[in-house]
């Protein structure tokens, strides 16, 4: 602290800083630089932003160009203004020590809003970074700044001074800032690494989709957690003063998330046996639909309703779950059953089930369709047609189909469905006193409930 209230300008130098006229028209220069960038820019933005809307221009170096220069047009409006008057005033004879820094910091503030917007759209241009792009920027600029003024070694000093003993290690506001700082490059690099490892992988046409995720997975993991360690030693964190922090810290995640943990690892579990792949139809309890995508906690099945389910990792470890199309066979049979009059010819019928799913299109030749006389219900006789599709996903439309044709064609045939029947015979008795509905009467009096008190005998006189 005494070392940067000694580096600090004693008041004689700055009352000759202020009353000499150079640093008023710097000061005037600089001002109406910010006022004629902002004029500028709300006439040329406005332009900018309808270049930009889909449609256009087209998505690619373009349009991201123009919008990168949307971003940085202000501050480099405004570099272009002092830049344009430290020439005229140096060449009257002037002196630029104001306008000079404030040139650079200008342009610095242009480069650094453009870099960042280049790495987030490298990223993903929706993804969180976006709400962390103005932080970002911020930050780098500032410590840009302090390096070009040469303040930063006074900041650091300043800052390390506050510190605090957590047991034997010295932890300062220093460290800890150089810590978020470090953390937040080392992550925005392994990221970008990530990201681009990714990119690699998924054009690769070797590997399968469930290796792809798990490869990209891994590497995305492996990455940051280097970059967490980097991030620590290029703070001055001991690393090893948080071993025992450390091993509590394991026990009771894996005491506390014990779900999650298992989440986790049964999916590396699910992508490397490869029983379950993006674009497979499944089924699981209640819920049937295309696996859209695999994660390390879940999975994302899309039904046939336009629902996303989430279903964890751990739920297709322990439960029985049926795959449409495991091991890329997406051909299924459809049973069909149907159910004739006693009065009509099985074998017919059976030879028009079998003709009217051959001349049905998404019906499989091959294998082929099959009829079969299945046994003698209560009401008539029980057929089954078997059918073969290459789609789970048209089932109930083939069902809905084939039955409304089998309706059709038996109809024209003559040939019936039954439904249920039931003869009730009402028999008469002659004798009166022996009917059930007597027998039953007289049951009921006789009984203890139906029967009634006896009368008490009266006594004699």
Same mark, same amino acid.
């Not at 005033?89 to 917007?117: C, E, Q, S, Y």
């Not at 992550?187 to 054009?203: E, G, M, P, V, Y």
């Given at each position: 602290?005494?070392?940067?209230?000694?580096?600090?300008?004693?008041?004689? %130098?700055?009352?000759?800083?202020?009353?000499?006229?150079?640093?008023?028209?710097?000061? /005037?220069?600089?001002?109406?630089?910010?006022?004629?960038?902002?004029?500028?820019?709300?006439?040329?933005?406005? @332009?900018?932003?309808?270049?930009?809307?889909? /449609?256009?221009?087209?998505?690619?170096?373009?349009?991201?160009?123009?919008?990168?220069?949307?971003?940085?047009?202000?501050?480099?409006?405004? #570099?272009? #203004?002092?830049?344009?008057?430290?020439?005229?005033?140096?060449?009257?004879?002037?002196?630029?020590?104001?306008?000079?820094?404030?040139?650079?910091?200008?342009?610095?503030?242009?480069?650094?809003?453009?870099?960042?917007?280049?790495?987030?759209?490298?990223?993903?241009?929706?993804?969180?970074?976006?709400? #962390?792009?103005?932080?970002?920027?911020?930050?780098?600029?500032?410590?840009?700044?302090?390096?070009?003024?040469?303040?930063?070694? #006074?900041?650091?000093?300043?800052?390390?001074?506050?510190?605090?003993?957590?047991?034997?290690?010295?932890?300062?506001?220093?460290?800890?800032?150089?810590?978020?700082?470090?953390?937040?490059?080392?992550?925005?690099?392994?990221?970008?690494?990530?990201?681009?490892?990714?990119?690699? %992988?998924? @054009? +690769?046409?070797?590997?399968?989709?469930?290796?792809?995720?798990?490869?990209?997975?891994?590497?995305?993991?492996?990455?940051?957690?280097?970059?967490?360690?980097?991030?620590?030693?290029?703070?001055? %964190?001991?690393?090893?003063?948080?071993?025992?922090?450390?091993?509590?810290?394991?026990?009771?995640?894996?005491?506390?998330?014990?779900?999650?943990?298992?989440?986790?690892? +049964?999916?590396?579990?699910?992508?490397?046996?490869?029983?379950?792949?993006?674009?497979?139809?499944?089924?699981?309890?209640?819920?049937?639909?295309?696996?859209? +995508?695999?994660?390390?906690?879940?999975?994302?099945?899309?039904?046939?309703?336009?629902?996303?389910?989430?279903?964890?990792?751990?739920?297709?470890?322990?439960?029985?779950?049926?795959?449409?199309?495991?091991?890329?066979?997406?051909?299924?049979?459809?049973?069909?059953?149907?159910?004739?009059?006693? +009065?009509?010819?099985?074998?017919?019928?059976?030879?028009?089930?079998?003709?009217?799913?051959?001349?049905?299109?998404?019906?499989?030749?091959?294998?082929?369709?099959?009829?079969?006389?299945?046994?003698?219900?209560?009401?008539?006789?029980?057929?089954?047609?078997?059918?073969?599709?290459?789609?789970?996903?048209?089932?109930?439309?083939?069902?809905?189909?084939?039955?409304?044709?089998?309706?059709?064609?038996?109809?024209?045939?003559?040939?019936?469905?039954?439904?249920?029947?039931?003869?009730?015979?009402?028999?008469?008795?002659?004798?009166?006193?022996?009917?059930?509905?007597?027998? @039953?009467?007289?049951?009921?009096?006789?009984?203890?409930?139906?029967?009634?008190?006896?009368?008490?005998?009266?006594?004699?006189?």
């Amino acid at each position: 602290m005494q070392a940067l209230l000694d580096a600090l300008p004693s008041s004689e %130098i700055i009352r000759d800083f202020l009353n000499s006229p150079s640093t008023w028209i710097q000061v /005037g220069v600089f001002l109406a630089g910010i006022l004629v960038a902002k004029l500028i820019g709300h006439w040329i933005l406005p @332009r900018l932003r309808t270049m930009t809307r889909p /449609g256009v221009i087209v998505e690619g170096v373009s349009r991201t160009a123009v919008r990168t220069g949307a971003l940085a047009l202000v501050p480099l409006l405004l #570099w272009l #203004w002092l830049l344009t008057f430290s020439a005229v005033l140096r060449k009257n004879g002037w002196d630029t020590d104001l306008l000079r820094p404030a040139m650079i910091l200008a342009g610095a503030l242009a480069l650094i809003r453009m870099g960042v917007f280049v790495l987030r759209h490298s990223f993903n241009p929706g993804g969180p970074l976006k709400a #962390w792009e103005g932080v970002l920027t911020v930050t780098i600029w500032t410590l840009v700044a302090l390096h070009i003024l040469g303040w930063l070694p #006074w900041v650091q000093q300043l800052l390390d001074d506050y510190a605090f003993m957590f047991g034997n290690v010295r932890v300062s506001l220093l460290n800890v800032v150089s810590f978020v700082l470090s953390i937040a490059a080392m992550l925005l690099f392994a990221l970008w690494l990530s990201n681009a490892i990714r990119n690699w %992988i998924s @054009r +690769s046409r070797v590997l399968e989709d469930s290796m792809k995720i798990v490869l990209s997975k891994l590497a995305k993991f492996t990455l940051l957690t280097l970059a967490v360690l980097a991030a620590m030693m290029a703070a001055g %964190i001991d690393i090893t003063a948080f071993a025992v922090f450390g091993g509590a810290l394991g026990v009771g995640l894996g005491l506390g998330l014990q779900r999650i943990v298992s989440n986790l690892l +049964s999916g590396f579990i699910l992508v490397f046996e490869g029983s379950i792949r993006p674009g497979d139809v499944i089924s699981i309890g209640d819920t049937y639909g295309t696996v859209r +995508s695999l994660h390390t906690r879940h999975i994302v099945i899309h039904t046939r309703d336009g629902l996303d389910i989430l279903v964890p990792n751990e739920n297709l470890l322990t439960t029985d779950i049926t795959n449409w199309s495991y091991a890329g066979d997406h051909k299924i049979r459809l049973r069909l059953p149907v159910q004739i009059s006693y +009065s009509d010819d099985p074998e017919q019928a059976l030879k028009r089930l079998d003709r009217l799913a051959r001349e049905y299109a998404p019906v499989l030749p091959d294998p082929p369709p099959q009829a079969f006389l299945m046994g003698f219900g209560d009401n008539g006789v029980n057929l089954e047609l078997r059918v073969w599709i290459g789609d789970p996903d048209i089932r109930g439309t083939v069902r809905s189909e084939l039955y409304m044709r089998i309706w059709n064609d038996f109809r024209a045939a003559g040939i019936s469905f039954p439904f249920p029947q039931r003869d009730v015979y009402i028999k008469e008795f002659r004798d009166k006193e022996a009917s059930p509905a007597r027998a @039953r009467s007289g049951n009921r009096a006789g009984s203890a409930r139906g029967r009634k008190r006896a009368t008490p005998a009266k006594p004699p006189d």
